[in-house]
């Protein structure tokens, strides 16, 4: 069984930061691309960032420059540190781990980040 359990969401002003995590099966880390994506009420789920096994990573443009996505394969862990947050980026935090060649796609639960004053 495979499994992703994020944590770190939680509530926080604008311009503050938070780190999520993400532990997945020991398993599939080392060969696995890794992603954050999130989904705010009445959106679609988007990208917000990925890395992959050799730690190339990539962003979205609404990200970039105050995301920073990293892996430590030692702790079969991803991070995402969120610095100056913005209200728009209330949403639900979800982490994946997509396989060689699509091999797998495995979701994380989720986890709640409210950007409020």
């Known amino acids: 069984q495979v499994q992703l359990v994020e944590s770190g969401g939680g509530l926080v002003q604008p311009g503050g930061s938070l780190r999520l995590s993400c532990a997945a099966s020991?398993?599939?880390?080392?060969?696995?691309?890794m992603g954050w994506y999130r989904q705010a009420p009445g959106k679609e789920r988007e990208l917000v960032a990925t890395?992959?096994?050799?730690?190339?990573?990539n962003y979205a443009g609404s990200v970039k420059g105050r995301f920073t996505i990293s892996r430590d394969n030692a702790k079969n862990t991803v991070y995402l540190q969120m610095n100056s947050l913005k209200p728009e980026d209330t949403a639900v935090y979800y982490c994946?781990?997509?396989?060689?060649?699509?091999?797998?796609?495995?979701w994380g639960q989720g986890t709640q980040v409210t950007v409020s004053s």
């Open positions: 994946n781990a997509y396989g060689p060649l699509g091999r797998y796609n495995y």
């Open positions: 020991a398993r599939i880390f080392s060969i696995s691309a």
């Open positions: 890395i992959t096994d050799g730690g190339s990573t």
